[in-house]
DNA sequence: CGCGATTAAGTTGTGCACAACTGAATAGTG
DNA sequence: CACTATTCAGTTGTGCACAACTTAATCGCG
């Protein structure tokens, strides 16, 4: 049987070119077809997922917003001070701790929830797959996307 | 039975952000992994696949790095700038036809394909899946990728 | 209580992706 | 053959991702 074992290393070269590459292109290929769709409501994909998020929980501070999304602060401030300067949000320092940013949509914010409503239908159309198919991919990447994080930066070196 | 035209907008908004952000995830997720596997190399993950390319077909024009990795030259002028600099590729004008940049490994570069063999088979484990798994995988997003650039942009704004 | 450790947000710097554009070379058509 | 259209690489400008760092506030231990 063919196994991650029995391949020889100039072959995973090759395979890894193909894997590598796919999840690459897939990625770049969807963030094309949001971009498109987006465009009509003057948001970038990343500034639709933060809106997604504040559409869901009403406000969160950015670090709330940051784990959700995976994000840290040094992508989500200038981010965020795009979107306020947009008028789709609103910044304001927490009373009760000081070092926490509060944000949340303005009304003009809340009303894009409205305009934003056809785009998934859109996007997954545009993928030609089922309901099924989309959560089967969406839960294999997921479980992906879990174990990468949790893996032991000493198993990707040589040295160990 | 459940179809994309029996769910309702509200709860398509929901399952999209499950969707989307999967995909995102997933994306950065791998590329933390490879950035981790590539630090030892000297490479950044883009500038790696730039490097496999090469290092199968020898060398190659820029429109022809592009075309096997869908960047324009916006994208791979500054990165061939930068494995120039680090010193391992070359680049020449064609004789042939002046419009045109040769891109090929230097001697350092080819070198290079020694120490990178070990990183793909490392990556394979990391993700915890076998042979059989990475390939449907690599399958479903290849097919997804042609699906999503062969969109028609009217299909994705409202007014059509 | 006081002070060092931690936490939150922001800043800086590097690199990638892409749109829009430039300039130079070539191809194609009348 | 001349001249327009196309092609190729590169540049510019915007935005995202992330590492490393700064600043200010809060926590928690002695």
Redesign the interface.
Known sequence: M???DT?P?ED???????????????????N???R??L??LGLT?PQY?VM??L??HGELPVKGIGER??LDSGTLSPLLKRLEAGGYVERRRSPEDERSVTVRPTSEGTAL?EK????????????????AD?RD??E???A??V???G?D?D????CR
Request: proline share 3%; aromatic share 8%; glycine share 4%.
């Open positions: 063919e196994t991650l391949v290393d995973f070269l090759r395979l890894d070119h193909q894997i590598c590459f796919s999840l690459h292109a897939a990625t770049r290929a969807f094309g077809v949001y498109e769709a465009k009509e994909y997922l997604l998020v559409w869901e999304l995976r929830k934003a409503r056809g785009v998934p239908r859109r996007i997954a159309a545009a993928t030609g797959l089922d309901l989309i991919l969406r294999r990447l997921d992906l996307a174990r990468l994080d893996v930066p198993e990707l070196n040589v």
